[in-house]
């Protein structure tokens, strides 16, 4: 089983901050089978990234996935206040097929 | 659009079984998705619990497997979920979740078409 482990636990800034949020994997995720999601109270999470890197439908370019192998980034070039929330990474690479998340990082505000 | 909607019962007694069912609408559950369980007990992450597609093929949580049961019904266009021996730890939203798949190969889809989740608590 692949473990997704990401850091840091929480992570506070201000709007307009960058944001960098990280997902390292137990072992090698095959074909960049990695998504990253948004939680925000009370929701289901939402799909911002997929394949690693590429952005969902309807997801704002200022969210941007890079990473291979074992270590994936997630980015947000500047918050906004609507992207204080929780985010999870998962896989979906593993054989036979399974989906893991991460525990999650906070992105508070400051 | 695809859309998912949860609905059973919101309490459990331990060691009784837990059932909730996922309606799905504006397409049919025969084609083109994969269709999944996923759960967030109070205040913590997220666990992946199961997946289906129509024709039957299961993938489960090996941590789960041995108290998890996912069936398809397509004349109701729905899907269910049966956990078993529930205890106080089997308390939190349940979501049920979707990814496109193209019937070619094993499944590889992030789940992009989520419900709005049930919460599910255990006790007596």
């Known amino acids: 089983e692949i473990v997704l482990t990401q850091s840091p636990g929480t992570l506070s800034l201000s709007p307009g901050e960058r944001a960098t949020l990280s997902c390292r994997a137990s072992q090698s995720v095959s074909s960049s089978y990695l998504a990253w999601y948004q939680q925000k109270p009370g929701q289901a999470p939402r799909l911002l990234i997929y394949g690693a890197s590429s952005r969902a439908t309807g997801i704002p370019d200022r969210f941007s996935g890079s990473g291979s192998g074992t270590d994936f980034t997630l980015t947000i070039s500047r918050l906004e206040p609507e992207d204080f929330a929780v985010y999870y990474c998962?896989?979906?690479?593993?054989?036979?097929?399974?989906?893991?998340f991460g525990q999650g990082t906070k992105v508070e505000i400051k | 659009q695809v859309q998912l909607q949860e609905s059973g019962p919101g309490l459990v007694k331990p060691s009784e079984t837990l059932s909730l069912t996922c309606a799905v609408s504006g397409y049919s559950i025969s084609s083109g998705y994969y269709w999944g369980w996923i759960r967030q007990p109070p205040g913590k992450g997220l666990e992946w619990i199961g997946s289906?597609?129509?024709?039957?093929?299961?993938y489960y949580n090996p941590s789960l497997k041995s108290r998890v049961t996912i069936s398809v019904d397509t004349s109701k266009n729905q899907f269910s979920l049966k956990l078993s021996s529930v205890t106080a730890a089997d308390t939190a939203v349940y979501y049920c979740?979707?990814?496109?798949?193209?019937?070619?190969?094993?499944?590889?889809?992030?789940?992009?078409?989520w419900g709005q989740g049930t919460m599910v608590t255990v006790s007596s």
């Open positions: 979740a979707s990814f496109y798949y193209d019937s070619s190969g094993p499944p590889r889809g992030a789940f992009d078409i």
């Open positions: 289906i597609y129509h024709s039957g093929s299961t």
């Open positions: 998962q896989q979906y690479g593993s054989s036979p097929p399974g989906w893991t």
